[in-house]
């Protein structure tokens, strides 16, 4: 079976469209047309069902898509194993990480990884919790920075630091005035929450149900940052994650900081990546480094 019309496949199964997925695989649209129909022969079955304004794939083309992606991820572990018995680290590796921790984290490590490793290639994919997680089943990542807990037997994971949360207020906030909070503070508060689809609204949700506390229904914001401004514009409280309030991030005017008692809520974040992959021992090394980050970070 020709690994390439695998590929092709594969990349029209994503895009639904002949003419850009043979642009994303950088060869002409009949070139890419041929040998989909090529494989179609091969394995004397309809994969795709064309038509002028939209590609679909058939039922049997679903499965075997799904095959078809893990088979090419296999394809590209054999050829990492083989270059990194070169140079263990060279190469490229991709990994996601979900949007409220990218922006705080990453400017802390990714120094050093290219100190280390200067002939690494590092993608950064900025995915929510599930896509991340799917791409990861895809083949599609090396690897994921996630909050446990990982609901699935194909991954493996390794623990990194626990994230402390904090509590935002405007200035004006009675709970402004405290030096600390206590869970009990929270009964009957409203919270600001994201949109759904963010492992921090969850998280966050979680804490609300554990203090007594409710979501505010009328806002959800779509970013960390809304989330921010509206707490700085007087329009309720959130809770924030540590490091979304450390250096570099720039002071916000009439936003109140106020740490958790302790034991106080937080999220465990870990570096999670296929069983099956070749990578293990080059990703425990990632590993290390994003776990030895300064910890005044993770200060409340």
């Known amino acids: 079976m020709n690994l390439r019309a695998v590929h092709y496949l594969v990349t029209l199964a994503d895009i639904r469209h002949f003419s850009k997925a043979a642009e994303r695989c950088h060869v002409s649209q009949p070139t890419l047309s041929t040998q989909i129909r090529k494989l179609e022969e ?3 079955v309809q994969l795709v069902e064309r038509s002028p304004r939209k590609v679909m794939l058939t039922e049997v083309g679903e499965e075997i898509v799904e095959r078809a992606r893990a088979m090419l991820a296999d394809a ?9 018995s070169k140079d263990p680290h060279s190469g490229t590796m991709r990994i996601g990480i979900f949007p409220t921790l990218a922006p705080y984290f990453l400017p802390h490590v990714v120094p050093e990884i290219r100190k280390r490793f200067p002939r690494l290639t590092l993608r ?3 995915e929510k919790t599930e896509d991340v997680i799917e791409m ?3 083949g599609r990542l090396d690897a994921g920075l996630l909050a446990l807990p990982i609901e699935s037997e ?3 994971s390794r623990v990194l630091f626990e994230e402390p949360f904090v509590l935002a ?3 004006s906030h009675p709970l402004s005035r ?3 909070i206590k869970m009990e503070d929270l009964v009957e508060e409203e919270l600001l929450l994201l949109e759904d689809g963010h492992c921090l609204r969850e998280q966050a949700l979680e804490v609300c149900h554990l203090a007594g506390a409710h979501e505010q229904l009328d806002f959800h914001a779509t970013s960390m940052e809304t989330l921010r401004q509206m707490v700085a514009a007087g ?6 994650p540590v490091m979304a309030v450390k250096p570099p991030v720039a002071h916000t005017d009439n936003l109140s900081i106020r740490p958790f008692s302790q034991p106080g809520p937080k999220r465990t974040i870990a570096l999670v990546w296929r069983k099956s992959t070749a990578l293990g021992g080059f990703l425990e090394e990632l590993a290390d480094i994003f776990s030895s980050i300064d910890p005044e970070l993770l200060k409340p």
């Not at 590209?76 to 990194?84: E, G, L, T, V, Y």
């Not at 329009?235 to 924030?240: A, N, V, Y």
């Open 136 to 138: 990861l089943r895809q």
């Open 124 to 126: 950064l994919f900025e």
């Open 76 to 84: 590209d572990a054999i050829r990492a194993i083989a270059r990194r």
């Open 169 to 171: 207020v405007p200035d």
């Open 42 to 44: 091969e394995l004397d």
């Open 178 to 180: 405290r030096q600390s």
């Open 235 to 240: 329009t309720g409280i959130t809770l924030m």
């Open 154 to 156: 194909q991954l493996a």
